[in-house]
């Protein structure tokens, strides 16, 4: 049975950090393309970031270029997502998703599997 399982999510005041793992279970990583989306309120999903995790190569959206930082521990087939310079739009459920066979991923549509999310929010 194929799981994603967010944690790191909380209160953080603005300019802050957070890191954001996502563990994978019932499959291995090495095929996939690990993603990272959030939805704020009242708004549609968002790819913010995604990695392949075969060979590592990454992907950002264009609004959070340079503040999030996507990684991988094979081994422990887990994904990260370091957030810095937190900012209140930054507010958001963060999710994890996974596509296989696949070196990109950044819309909701295309994603074959979901993790239940992790609440981010920054107060200002």
């Known amino acids: 049975q194929v799981q994603l399982i967010e944690s790191g999510g909380g209160l953080v005041q603005a300019g802050g950090s957070l890191r954001l793992s996502c563990a994978a279970s019932?499959?291995?990583?090495?095929?996939?393309?690990i993603a990272w989306f959030r939805q704020a309120p009242g708004k549609e999903r968002e790819g913010v970031s995604c990695?392949?995790?075969?060979?590592?190569?990454?992907y950002y959206g264009d609004s959070v270029k340079g503040r999030f930082t996507i990684s991988r521990n094979n081994a422990k087939n887990t994904v990260y997502l370091q957030i810095d310079s937190l900012k209140p739009e930054d507010t958001a459920v963060y999710y994890c998703?996974?596509?296989?066979?696949?070196?990109?991923?950044?819309?909701?549509?295309?994603?074959?599997?979901w993790g239940k999310g992790t609440l981010v929010t920054v107060s200002s």
């Open positions: 019932g499959f291995t990583m090495d095929y996939y393309v």
């Open positions: 998703a996974a596509k296989e066979w696949s070196d990109y991923v950044l819309s909701p549509s295309d994603v074959d599997y």
């Open positions: 990695i392949n995790s075969r060979n590592g190569n990454t």
